[in-house]
């Protein structure tokens, strides 16, 4: 008999089973007693208890090994299905599917002790419900997206005849509205940032419309000083594998739009050159104590060490608040550049290749708001096309 005692959760009295897999690890299976946690239930609830750990019957199935079944259940399913496709997707996107599912999806499910072919729709749905009360449409969206896919890998496993999260009402999502700074404040921010260490990654950051994973992964490389181009094609970033943190270099940026050339100007043409010769310095004063791991990149410190992609964003938020200036995300440059693009008249197609979208939908969803130059164009043109005749306004109904 399994061991197990019980736990209140919304009300209700839970078995809250333990053993040990084939595998060795601790399980804890949530089994709902069906009894209230009321005055008076706790014997009942007791013995309910004691029914579910003599009749209890442990999986046979021992997540990581690569034993799949019908059975096992869904919470067990995901964490297998999460190792499966480790080596088969960019660990940007692994880390994006762990996070999802041992943090979310799997103690959901596993306290509601479904298995993965008694998985019905109406579980889905409750589970996006019970998400919608404390994250965005956003983020349920996502989750549906890891299910749905782990599910429709089961179809094709032929652990189960059809995929139900195709029957699920999934959450509508959210038209995006990003911040934004006028040219203004951007030229506030530029002033109180000349000698911060961020300065020139400001900067570039909302000239460029650059992503943070972008400006990070610059390299010098990147930059062709002859023919005065930047070539977007490398990110740096920090993921979080099996629960430790690591930086993680690749040549290859989020879509294949990404991956873009771009004008270099003056100004920054003349900033770099300063930067990459002062590095050059910083390396033969350091000597051996220089970091040699990010030699190329342009974005280090003085003794050559990368800066890290949360420590550059709460350095811009800390900088924000000491100068007193409005607070927005470092992303929202991104959005600051498209504004400025869009009410200086340039049209959405080229602020989708500026900005690197896969496709001009994007574009549109983000910044149709905007776009307030291309109305007015739109209300001239119909103006010139209609003559509208003076209407005879009477005073009366008669």
Not at 155 to 165: E, G, Q, S, T, Y
Request: a positive charge.
């Amino acid at each position: 008999m399994v061991a197990g005692h019980l736990q209140e959760k919304n009300g209700m009295y839970y078995a809250v089973l333990s053993y040990k897999d084939s595998g060795g690890r601790r399980r804890q299976p949530w089994i709902s007693t069906g009894i209230p946690a009321q005055k008076g239930n706790k014997k009942k609830a007791e013995q309910a208890l004691a029914k579910v750990r003599r009749e209890y019957v442990a999986p046979a199935v021992a997540v990581g090994d690569g034993e799949i079944s019908p059975d096992m259940s869904f919470a067990d399913f995901m964490e297998t299905w999460r190792v499966i496709i480790r080596s088969s997707v960019a660990p940007t996107t692994f880390c994006s599917y762990s996070n999802s599912v041992n943090k979310k999806i799997v103690p959901y499910f596993r306290a509601h002790s479904v298995t993965l072919a008694g998985l019905q729709a109406r579980h889905l749905q409750s589970f996006y419900l019970h998400e919608l009360q404390s994250v965005s449409a956003s983020t349920v969206i996502r989750e549906h997206a890891n299910i749905h896919k782990a599910l429709k890998y089961a179809v094709r496993m032929d652990l189960i005849p059809f995929n139900p999260a195709d029957r699920v009402e999934r959450p509508r999502p959210e038209k995006p509205l990003g911040n934004y700074y006028s040219a203004a404040e951007l030229e506030t921010l530029f002033e109180v940032s000349r000698s911060h260490k961020l300065g020139l990654f400001i900067q570039m950051a909302a000239f460029y419309g650059l992503r943070r994973s972008e400006l990070l992964g610059l390299r010098w490389d990147a930059f062709d000083f002859e023919q005065n181009t930047i070539t977007i094609r490398h990110i740096l970033t920090e993921i979080r594998v099996d629960g430790t943190s690591q930086i993680y270099e690749a040549d290859r940026a989020k879509t294949k739009s990404s991956l873009r050339s771009l004008p270099l100007v003056g100004q920054f043409k003349t900033q770099l050159l300063d930067l990459r010769e002062q590095q050059e310095r910083n390396r033969e004063i350091c000597g051996n104590s220089y970091n040699q791991q990010y030699l190329g990149y342009v974005f280090v410190d003085e003794m050559g060490n990368i800066f890290k992609p949360g420590h550059v964003s709460d350095s811009f938020g800390k900088l924000l608040k000491a100068n007193g200036l409005r607070h927005i995300r470092l992303h929202d440059l991104r959005h600051s550049c498209a504004s400025l693009l869009l009410k200086n008249g340039i049209p959405m197609k080229q602020i989708q290749e500026w900005l690197g979208h896969s496709d001009i939908g994007t574009t549109s969803n983000i910044y149709a708001h905007l776009d307030y130059s291309s109305k007015v164009l739109s209300a001239s043109t119909m103006e010139s096309a209609l003559k509208l005749p003076e209407l005879n306004l009477t005073k009366s109904w008669d």
